[in-house]
């Protein structure tokens, strides 16, 4: 656990999930294993930098726009790999491949708060980002 600027308690880096797909009864499981998962419509993806106090970036996140079925529309963020370490880099090695109204499956630590931003609304730390099959 590394601690940023905030002071909130920041896993360091999100591991690709082995899974590519996740079903619906797999994500019904995980939940009720305690694993916060939520379903939402992809609605637009975009890459930004991390950068820490001494305007240094550290990092680059994926930032996807999601659309819940209660109607609220948070941005859901989930951590490039390390070795990527600019926007131009993040596009050409980890675009994003969801399609616009296509069903996903976020989980996430349920001891991780919600950050809001005033750009782009409420912010959840995804563990993962997973297609619906």
Known sequence: MKINGEGHGVPCRVMKPSKKNMKQNIAVEEFLAG????????V??????????????????NLYEVQCADGKAPTVQTWCPRNIQTV?????QCPSTFKEGQKLVIEFDLMEPNNFDAK???????????PLE
């Open 35 to 42: 694993r916060r998962v939520v379903i939402a419509k992809f």
């Open 44 to 61: 637009t993806h975009r890459h930004k930098e991390v950068q820490n106090k001494a305007k240094k970036v550290v990092g680059i996140v």
């Open 88 to 92: 131009e880099q993040a596009v050409a």
């Open 120 to 130: 782009n609304g409420v912010i959840i730390r995804a563990g993962s980002v997973l």
